[in-house]
């Protein structure tokens, strides 16, 4: 009896999807969030599946609702944001942030994979992302949830919001560094720009392809009437976003060019001091080439004071070069 007990107990665990988190609402609208498989006749479930996790594509082959277009989607390691709507069902896949093990940082751009039917959100991620902790929260924070409209709603706020939160932290990590360059003459970290930049065209890219995914979703002539207006509603937020990362880039392009500026009056200033050092050590130079030859008849050869005044040749003939550059304009203080 046991053995039996265990076999068909493994058999359930074989058909149950490879779960991160579910959540479902009743009819008296009392929401749970757990780990559990909310039974079917749910009135409305979010599930939060791991696709690396055969079970979960077993699962989502096994979901009658979920024609091969959204299955495709579902399953494809292809990161392409687009839209698919399928006998009803809005399929999507969006950017995001891959998470490591500190919760805070982001990394390289994830897919996050979405199946949107009547009563049902199905999401999944290959690799941990950023944004699926920020579901959670807000639904553990008692974010309504209660149909295909609103949980769409908590889906693109909450990425909008934290792509939105990026772009303002980059945006004042380059305030801050210009400021900094330009008061306090403190030059950033050239690895923290390198870092800025590829963060800046990440976000840009994430963006951008979500704001025309859903100006996609929109015109498509399946989607549910009551979906239109959330995909419509984020798309001047979007578009805004888009334009305050772009702003980050050329005031980094901008920040780039008075490091480089900046660098080339250096390398002048320091071109310029060795041109005036080598003017003036030339004759000094000649003088003593001239006096170390060892031929007859050199100058000051047969006196006492022969060296002294070998130096005072060498002394007058540099300080008369220096008068003739100065005088010639060529001598001008840095």
Known sequence: MDGDDRGTGLQKTAREPGL??????????????DAALPPPDTPFRWIHLNLSDQRSLRWLEERPEFGPSIHALMLTRDSHQRCV????????????????FDPSSVGRIGSLHVALSDGLLVTGRYR????????????????AAEDAETALGVLLATLTDSMGSLVLDLTTELLDAEENLLVDDLAPDT???????????QLHRMIGGMRATLQRLERQPGLPPELAPVAQ???????????????????????RDELDLQAAQRINSNIYLLSILTALMMPATLVTG???????????AQGQHGTLMATIVALVSAGGSYWLLKLMGLVRRQ
């Open 290 to 300: 001239f006096f170390g030859m060892n031929t007859s008849g050199l100058p000051f």
């Open 233 to 255: 509603r984020f798309q001047p937020r979007l578009s805004a976003l888009d334009t305050d990362i772009v702003a980050a880039q050329n005031q980094l392009k901008l920040l």
């Open 128 to 143: 941990p992302l950023h944004s699926a902790d920020l579901f959670r929260a807000r639904l553990e924070e008692g974010e």
């Open 85 to 100: 709507v399928e006998g009803g069902v809005v399929g999507l896949l969006l950017h995001d942030f891959e998470r490591g």
């Open 191 to 201: 690895r923290r720009l390198i870092a800025a930049r590829r963060r800046a065209a």
């Open 20 to 33: 991160v988190w579910c959540y479902r609402c009743d009819e008296k609208g009392v929401s749970v969030l």
